[in-house]
């Protein structure tokens, strides 16, 4: 069974279609790309799918259950994370206040706990804290989980976004451009980061990317937006010889 099935879903702004007829079916463990020109509608298809948007037509199916219509948090719930193509953190709090605070379910304790600093709140955050730790140093970044998260290198404010978004232990994790800004050395490690943590944490990965030597490397399926419309889908391969993706994306064949 498909873990995420998404059913002809359209949006218009404005009298403009920036998605039209799109439809996604991501089984468990697959690493799918989804790329076309700036405008064709990539990051419009994840805000619906992250309950940003709501589709005017179709539906979307995760893990069984509809999920059209729901909003961001609820959606979040039920195992969906993401990543965002502008950096988006709690830029004045902590590297690890920014883990902490998407850990939305260590914490056991009431209100009163709370207020009153019982032993189970103590508990209970020593606990939060502690796993936030364990994810970063999964992206080397435990040595700097005291500093504010705006005074980071581009770099690791990706990685920092990365590691908060598997603090809401995702099936699925969605990545928007998550190499936008890094230089080559540091892409090539995000590649490898993305597939240990695939295997690791048993995601499966839908991802943006205008760097085509990572999707083409990374990815086993692709997906090709065109004016909201999907131009092509098929393995690296046929996609970096497809004479309709060459013309509108590509503008040449991809190494």
Request: glycine share 10%; proline share 4%.
């Amino acid at each position: 069974m498909a873990l995420l099935k998404v059913e002809d879903i359209s949006i218009s702004f404005g009298g403009l279609r920036a998605v039209s007829g799109f439809n996604l079916e991501l089984k468990p463990g697959e690493l799918v790309g989804l790329i076309g020109p700036n405008g064709a509608g990539k990051t419009t298809v994840f805000n619906i799918l992250t309950g940003f948007y709501q589709p005017q037509e179709g539906r979307v199916i995760f893990d069984g259950k509809d999920i059209t219509g729901l909003g961001c948090h609820k959606i979040n719930r039920l195992g969906i994370g993401r990543t965002f193509q502008n950096i988006r953190l709690f830029n004045e709090l902590t590297v690890l206040d920014n883990v902490k605070i998407a850990y939305q379910y260590a914490g056991r304790y009431s209100w009163r706990h709370t207020i009153f600093r019982t032993g189970s709140y103590r508990r209970s955050e020593k606990e939060i804290a502690d796993w936030a730790l364990s994810r970063l140093e999964i992206f080397n970044l435990d040595g700097k989980a005291g500093e504010i998260a705006k005074n980071l290198p581009y770099g690791e404010q990706r990685r920092l976004e990365i590691a908060r978004a598997l603090a809401g232990r995702p099936k699925l994790l969605l990545l928007d451009e998550p190499a936008a800004g890094m230089n080559p050395q540091e892409t090539m490690e995000l590649l490898e980061l993305i597939k240990w943590l695939r295997k690791e944490f048993s995601l499966t990965i839908f991802l943006i990317e205008h760097d085509m030597s990572l999707v083409m490397k990374l990815c086993e399926r692709i997906l090709v937006l065109d004016y909201g419309m999907t131009i092509a889908e098929g393995s690296p391969e046929e996609i970096r010889n497809n004479p309709r993706v060459i013309e509108a994306y590509l503008g040449e064949e991809v190494s």
